[in-house]
């Protein structure tokens, strides 16, 4: 099976490498030859590695996906705009920026928006000058210490990225809208795979909040998406990944933000797929005096399987760190809560949170829930919390006693249960638009429970 | 002589098996003030709690009814929007769920049970704004999670605000009294007085005579060992509170 799924990776890789973005600029050809070797190296994903113990790593190598025919034969209609205010939007359909259906709009002096795509082909030694070290394409950078190996998803993403949004922010310029990027997979009926990767660079004091949305897809559609974060000192990100309706098979997401002295990283995760979903999120608090705060729902029903993974690194000393995640599971579904903190030498005066709680709605659901700390140094402060019960049947009928139905009960006390997590995002449109769609997927999981 | 508001007849209820409820019978008409007092152990608390619809009571004989219905094939709910209200003992703790938010939603879904309109933002707020103003309740209440952080006493005032709001038909309250200090009894008094307009029937139930100080009953039924065992009007709260329950307790 292994073997299988590898050589299908193999056989994609040399079918359509020579297509990808930036094909022919000898720098990227490199990078891509050697995340491949890298992935080859790693082997696709296994429960033996401790990380990935709760993974999807079956759904993941049941069907060899290929990268996605660009428009494919089944295309999903584009939605209408998310947020309702003024924004900056990118749609990306079947993995390929278009242009379209997009609306970046007016963007201050100082702030580019644009697609990887376009970056390497109109401006390739821009794109190299954000990659850094191009030998160090995000998989080697996804820990500062120890126990980065094996990111072969990370690797293989990088080997077959096809396209994803770009934004680059100068020194002290802030938006004043939000940014919309809209992932939009079609129906595929043939197993797809779409490798993309956003790129965030906010410059010494900048300002942005950007919201990454997940659309469409089908049972034979797998999403591996990179975004990778480098906030320059003092720099402040709100950032969201969200599904909207998302019903791929398997849909993989990793965030990985470097928060340099000062910075705040605000990110908040809607993992509510209808197939699986592995999200990361992984913060690296370099500098002194760092924020970084992780919230997320994992929202699933039916067979749903959604697979949470933190990773919080204090390297600098005064860093704070929140993280709050609730998950919501019915039916069959599964949910992993694995959340590390890490407080290494000389990160003195941090104070790290992690609260985790799962509602399991019915008998057949399970969670579990492994919160970590690893602390190395002294003075600090560090705090974690998990718990994962049922719905408070005395709640359901004093709610009932006073004339809810019991439905309504139940969906009172699913809002009850996770809208502090939403509550906390800044953007007033953007906590709008995430209310809106955690709403209806917990009224999708409350039906299907009563 | 009409139908009485509630009747419960020779009411038997179980709890895991044993039954705690003996052939109950009573009846409150319309406009009455019934207090059901007895010791602890006596089956008050399953008496409210199967009046109220809540699950683990097993009814294995009599009928309760109110209005003519039939109240125990009711779903809680039902019996909300039919007007009875039960004032709990040890109302729940619901955090992340406003005050509010909960008593016009709850007002709300009953209104559509019936069939009314929907009462708007605007016009809730005011009203809650009155009854929490002549219940002495902090407008504070309203923005705060339901009983989340409450002490015991701003509990049985949010019932009784709830009550209050929700104009029940029917209400009934289980030792609502209990761990009050005496101001919050004064308006926890208050708010039941408020509620005798001669149509709707009150059911007190109390371990105590205090709260009868300030709500006289029409009728006091003492509660033993799953029956009533005695009825009388005010004259027999005082004397139970001059001799006690024992001449009611098993030997």
């Known amino acids: ?450 | 002589m009409s139908e009485p508001l509630l009747r419960i007849r020779n009411l038997r209820a179980s709890v895991d098996g044993q039954e705690v409820l003996k052939g109950i019978d009573l009846a409150v008409a319309a406009g009455e003030v019934a207090a059901i007092m007895g010791p602890n152990g006596s089956g008050k608390s399953t008496l409210s709690n199967v009046l109220a619809g809540r699950d683990g009571y097993e009814v294995t004989d009599g009928e309760v009814r109110y209005d003519g219905r039939d109240l125990l094939d009711m779903e809680p709910e039902e019996r909300a929007a039919a007007g009875v209200f039960m004032a709990f003992q040890y109302p729940v703790e619901i955090p992340g769920v406003v005050n509010a938010t909960f008593t016009r939603t709850a007002l709300n879904a009953q209104r559509q049970a019936r069939g009314e309109s929907p009462i708007d933002a605007i016009d809730f707020l005011k009203r809650a704004r009155e009854t929490l103003g002549r219940l002495e309740m902090d407008e504070a209440f309203l923005r705060r999670d339901v009983n989340a952080g409450f002490s015991g006493g701003e509990k049985k005032r949010n019932e009784i605000f709830q009550m209050a709001m929700l104009e029940p038909r029917l209400a009934i309250l289980d030792e609502t009294d209990s761990g009050l200090d005496i101001d919050a009894l004064r308006i926890v008094a208050m708010g039941v007085n408020a509620m005798r307009d001669g149509r709707r029937a009150l059911v007190v139930i109390t371990h105590y005579q205090r709260l009868l100080e300030y709500v006289v009953p029409d009728s006091v039924h003492v509660l033993a060992d799953g029956r009533i065992a005695r009825s009388g009007d005010r004259e027999l709260a005082l004397e139970l509170e001059r001799a006690g329950y024992a001449a009611f307790q098993p030997a």
């Open chain 1, 1 to 450: 099976m292994t073997e299988n799924w590898l050589a299908g990776q193999r056989a994609a890789f040399a079918a359509c490498r020579g297509a990808l973005p930036g094909a022919g600029t000898p720098w990227v050809d490199a990078l891509r030859a050697q995340a491949f070797r890298q992935f080859e190296e790693d082997g696709p994903p296994s429960p033996k590695v401790e990380e990935w113990r709760s993974g999807p790593t079956a759904a993941l190598t049941r069907q060899v996906f290929a990268p996605a025919v660009p428009a494919g034969p089944h295309p999903a209609p584009v939605p209408a705009p998310y947020l309702a205010g003024p924004r900056h939007r990118l749609v990306f359909v079947d993995g390929r920026y278009s242009a379209e259906h997009s609306d970046p709009g007016e963007l201050p002096a100082g702030a580019r928006l644009t697609s990887l795509g376009a970056l390497l082909a109109e401006d390739p030694s821009a794109a190299r000058e954000l990659v850094g070290d191009p030998e160090a394409f995000a998989e080697e950078r996804l820990s500062l210490v120890t126990d980065r190996r094996p990111q072969a998803l990370v690797a293989l993403n990088t080997a077959l990225v096809s396209d994803g949004a770009v934004l680059i922010v100068d020194n002290g310029v802030a938006l004043a809208h939000p940014v919309e990027v809209v992932y939009l997979a079609g129906a595929a009926t043939v197993p797809s795979a779409h490798h993309l990767r956003t790129l965030i660079a906010l410059g010494a004091g900048a300002r942005a909040s950007m919201v990454e949305v997940h659309a469409g897809g089908s049972g034979s559609v797998w999403t591996n998406h990179v975004t990778e974060i480098a906030l320059d000192a003092s720099a402040r990100l709100e950032h969201v990944r969200a599904d909207a309706g998302t019903r791929s098979a398997v849909r993989v997401d990793v965030a990985h933000a470097r928060l340099q002295a000062g910075t705040a990283y605000a990110g908040f995760v809607m993992a509510g797929n209808t197939g699986a979903v592995r999200t990361e999120t992984r913060l690296v608090l370099e500098g002194a005096g760092a924020d970084g705060e992780i919230n997320g729902l994992c929202l699933a029903g039916g067979s749903g399987h959604i697979d949470a993974l933190t990773r919080l690194d204090h390297c600098a000393r005064e860093g704070t760190s929140r993280q709050l995640w609730r998950g919501v599971f019915g039916d069959q579904a599964r949910g992993a809560f694995q959340g590390r903190i890490r407080v290494l030498a000389g990160a003195s005066g941090t104070n790290a949170a992690l609260d985790n709680r799962n509602l399991l709605l019915g008998t057949g659901a399970r969670a579990e829930s492994k919160p970590e700390l690893e602390i190395l140094t002294d003075d600090v402060a560090c705090s974690h919390a998990s718990a994962t019960g049922q719905l408070d049947e005395d709640a359901l009928f004093y709610l009932r006693s006073r004339g809810l139905s019991e439905q309504t009960a139940r969906a009172v006390l699913m809002a009850a249960f996770t809208g502090s997590v939403a509550d906390r995002i800044a953007d007033g449109d953007v906590r709008a638009f995430v209310r809106h769609l955690v709403d209806d997927r917990l009224n999708a999981l409350g039906s299907a429970a009563s």
